[in-house]
C-alpha cells in the first residue's frame, strides 16, 4: 500500500489528482468546522461536553458520526453526507419498485445520469426536513436531550428568521457537499462521496482514541489499540472473501468467426450488502430515540430512554442485532436478482458446470446466495456490536472509536481508493513495458 502511493506521488497526473482531493479534503473539513451563522458557539460547546457525560449523547449518534461530529456542533456543514446517503438508498430502493426507475436503469449511461439527478433533488428535500428537525430542536433546548436546557444555543432564540437562515445555511452546506463530491470523482481519484464519508469519518478518530487515554489510562488505551487493529484485520479479510461460481460459455459460429469458449466466474461476497443494513438497522433505532424527546412525560418515552438511547442494555443490542440480520436478507434480495443473472448467462450461451440453463440455475444461485448470506448477516451484526459491548466492559462514552460503522467505512473505502490508485499505475507500467 504505501509502495504506491510512493509510486503514485512520483507520476505527474497521479500527483495532481491526489493533491486536488486533498485540497478538497481540507475546503470540506473547514466547513465543518465553522459554525452557521446565528449559533452560541460557547453554550453549543458546553452542551456536547455535559451530554458527553451523560447518556444522551448517543441520541444522535449515528448523523454525527457521518458529519465528523459537525452536526452537534451546528457547523455549515451539519448535515454531513447523511442526507445524500439517505437519498441513494431511497432511488435504490425505489428501482426494484417503480417500473419507470427500472427502465431508466436499464437506459446506461443517460438514465444513470437521470436517477443521478433524482437523487440530488431528494438529498436536498431531505436536507431541508433534517434542517428543520435539528434547529427546531436547538431552539426547544432538547438537542442534547436536555443538556443545553437553559443555555440557548442561538442568539436569537425566539427570531423565526435567524431560524430559517440556519436552515438554509445547512441545506446549502448540503448541496456544496455534493458538489465536492462530484468534484473529486471528476478530477481526483476514487468515488468522491465516498471519500468524503470516510473523511468525516476519520475525523472523529484522534479525539475519541484521547478520550478513552484520559478516562482509562495508558493500558486500556492500549488494549484498545490492539483489539482494533486486530477487528481491522478481520473486516479486511471477510471483505475480500467471496464464492466463485464457475461460468463457462460455449463455443458458436457468428459467420466465419468462432466466439465464446470463454471461462469466467460470478463473485458472490459474503458480505454481499455493505454497510446498508447497519444503515438501515441505525436509522430504525434512532427513531424511537427522537420521537421521545417531543413527548419526554408520557411513560412510553422514559421506556424508550432507559433501553434504547444508551446502546449497552441487552434490549437494545438484541434488536439492533436483529434488525441487521433481516435487512441484510432483505437488501441482498433486491440488489442481486438470481432470475435476472440465469437469464443473462442462458442469453450469452454461458452455464455453470454441473448445472443446467435456466430455472436449475436459478435455483442453484439462490442456494449459493442465500447459504453465503447467514455469516455475513451474523458478521456485520457482530461488528455493529462492537461499541455496545465496549460501552458495556469498558464504561466507555458512546463515541467509542472502533464502532461497526466506523470500520466498515474506512476498510471498505481505503480498499477501493488503493485499487484505484494500483490499477491506474498498472495501467501506465504496461504501457511502458509494451513500448
Known amino acids: 500500500m504505501l509502495s504506491a502511493f510512493v509510486h503514485a506521488f512520483r507520476t505527474p497526473d497521479l500527483r495532481k489528482k491526489i493533491l486536488f482531493v486533498l485540497f478538497i479534503i481540507v475546503l470540506f473539513r473547514l466547513g465543518s468546522t465553522t459554525p452557521a451563522p446565528g449559533i452560541n458557539v460557547q453554550n453549543v460547546q458546553d452542551a456536547v461536553n455535559a451530554a458527553s457525560e451523560g447518556s444522551n449523547s448517543g441520541l444522535f449518534s449515528l448523523i454525527n458520526v457521518f458529519s465528523g ?71 426547544s433546548g432538547n438537542l442534547f436531550g436536555g443538556a443545553d436546557s437553559g443555555k440557548p444555543l442561538l442568539y436569537n432564540n425566539d427570531s423565526i428568521w435567524s431560524f430559517l437562515l440556519i436552515v438554509l445555511t445547512m441545506v446549502a452546506g448540503t448541496a456544496v457537499i455534493m458538489w465536492l463530491g462530484e468534484l473529486i470523482t471528476d478530477r481526483g481519484i476514487g468515488n468522491g462521496m465516498s471519500i468524503l464519508i470516510f473523511t468525516q469519518v476519520t475525523a472523529t478518530f484522534p479525539g475519541a482514541m484521547w478520550g478513552i487515554q484520559q478516562q482509562k489510562g495508558w493500558g486500556v488505551f492500549g488494549l484498545v489499540i490492539l483489539v482494533g487493529l486486530v477487528v481491522v484485520a478481520a473486516v479486511i479479510f471477510i471483505e475480500q472473501a467471496q464464492r466463485r461460481i464457475p461460468v463457462q460459455y460455449a463455443k458458436r459460429m457468428v459467420g466465419r468467426r468462432m466466439f465464446g469458449g470463454s471461462s469466467t466466474y460470478i463473485p458472490l461476497k459474503v458480505n454481499q450488502a455493505g454497510i446498508i443494513p447497519v444503515i438501515f438497522a441505525s436509522s430504525l433505532m434512532y427513531l424511537p430515540a427522537l420521537l421521545s424527546q417531543f413527548n419526554q412525560d408520557a411513560p412510553w418515552a422514559s421506556w424508550v430512554q432507559a433501553h434504547f438511547v444508551k446502546g449497552d442494555h441487552p434490549i437494545y443490542m438484541a434488536t439492533f442485532f436483529l434488525l441487521i440480520v433481516f435487512f441484510t436478507y432483505f437488501y441482498v434480495s433486491i440488489t442481486f436478482n438470481p432470475d435476472e443473472v440465469a437469464d443473462n448467462m442462458k442469453k450469452y450461451g454461458g452455464f455453470i458446470p454441473g448445472i443446467r440453463a435456466g430455472r436449475p440455475t436459478r435455483d442453484y444461485l439462490a442456494y449459493v446466495l442465500s447459504r453465503i448470506t447467514l455469516p455475513g448477516a451474523l ?57
Not at 455493529?384 to 462514552?397: E, G, Q, V
Not at 458512546?398 to 467505512?409: D, R, S, V, Y
Open 69 to 139: 461530529g459537525a452536526l452537534l456542533q451546528l457547523t455549515v456543514f451539519a448535515l454531513g453526507i447523511m442526507p445524500y446517503i439517505t437519498a441513494s438508498i431511497i432511488l435504490q430502493l425505489l428501482v426494484v419498485v417503480i417500473p419507470r426507475l427500472e427502465a431508466l436503469k436499464k437506459e446506461g449511461q443517460s438514465g444513470q445520469t437521470k436517477i443521478t439527478q433524482y437523487t440530488r433533488y431528494l438529498t436536498l428535500g431531505l436536507a431541508i426536513l433534517q434542517a428543520t428537525g435539528i434547529v427546531a430542536l436547538a431552539r
Open 379 to 435: 458478521y456485520l451484526g457482530l461488528i455493529a456490536l462492537i461499541p455496545s459491548i465496549a460501552i458495556a466492559l469498558l464504561n466507555a462514552n458512546q463515541n467509542f472509536p472502533f464502532g461497526g460503522t466506523t470500520i466498515l467505512i474506512i476498510v471498505g473505502v481505503g480498499l477501493d481508493t488503493v485499487k484505484q490508485i494500483e490499477s491506474q499505475l498498472q495501467q501506465r507500467n504496461y504501457e511502458g513495458f509494451l513500448k
